[in-house]
């Protein structure tokens, strides 16, 4: 059974897109990759038809887990979020305690996670750990390395 994720309008339309190129532009490229290697004859002996093959398996299983994700996610209705608590979506300011360093993140679902530009898995450690918190707690965070310990320093949308 596959869990239900939310999403912003934004990032279910990129989902959505993304699924489309796969299933509109790549599955039929793909298709003639594989028509054109049988056209150069012995199969048994044909590594363009073999590679093709293959990349046509793996471009089926991606069109499938998206479908799969396409279809269990929701659209999250911000206005009906409490803002005073760190929840999906929200825009966190922390403070790792030992360290003094601070960090802002977007807190979004795994298929929108992108560490570079600040947008953290709210199934990570970090962010399940940041879940629920206010400003002013200390988020006591469970990482390979040890505990670490965060202050909430702001929370937005």
């Known amino acids: 059974m596959s869990e239900i994720s939310y999403y912003s309008e934004e990032g279910f339309k990129k989902l959505k897109q993304e699924l489309e190129h796969l299933e509109l532009l790549e599955r039929p490229r793909v ?3 594989i028509s054109d290697a049988r056209d150069k004859g012995d199969l048994s002996e ?3 038809y073999h590679a093709a093959k293959e990349e046509q398996s793996l471009l089926e299983l991606k069109i499938s ?3 799969n994700v396409v279809a269990n996610a929701r659209i999250l209705d911000e206005s009906q979020l409490d803002l005073s608590k760190i929840l999906i979506h929200s825009i966190v ?7 003094k360093m601070e960090f802002d993140y977007t807190l979004v679902a795994d298929s929108e996670t992108d560490i570079k530009n600040g947008k953290l898995s709210v199934n990570s ?16 965070i469970q990482v390979p390395n040890g505990v670490m310990k965060f202050e909430i320093l702001e929370i937005s949308r």
């Open 31 to 33: 298709s003639q990759e």
């Open 46 to 48: 044909n590594a363009e």
């Open 65 to 67: 887990k998206l479908k």
């Open 93 to 99: 300011k922390i403070r790792n305690t030992s360290n």
């Open 125 to 140: 450690p970090i962010g399940k750990g940041l879940l629920g918190k206010k400003i002013g707690e200390i988020a006591e």
